[in-house]
């Protein structure tokens, strides 16, 4: 992956698996291209430590390491309407 080449290195070398690679990418969407690389750098080295978190742990903790980097990168869900 061009914009995470270092999370990619990691997934060519079976450090770590295609939930956490998902889960990574899709976190980072919104990160600004100035920031993700050092963001890329910053991350790789611990992803094969976070392997045994839970979809939600993996989320929350990629969340705020993005939040660190750029604050305004940080998914946000959208407001949930009550039309039921």
């Known amino acids: ?3 995470l080449p270092r999370v ?3 997934f060519a070398r079976g ?3 295609y939930r956490m690679v998902q889960t990574v990418l ?3 969407e919104n990160v600004e291209a100035d920031v993700i690389g050092a ?3 910053a991350l790789a080295p611990k992803l094969s ?3 045994r978190l839970s979809k939600k742990k993996l989320r ?3 969340d705020l390491w993005v939040a660190d980097f750029d604050p305004a990168g940080v998914r946000v869900p959208p407001i949930a309407k009550d039309n039921r």
């Open 49 to 51: 430590r976070w392997m």
């Open 1 to 3: 992956h061009t914009r």
């Open 26 to 28: 899709t976190r980072t």
């Open 60 to 62: 929350d903790r990629v």
């Open 39 to 41: 963001l890329d750098e």
């Open 8 to 10: 990619a290195e990691r």
């Open 15 to 17: 450090d770590i698996d």
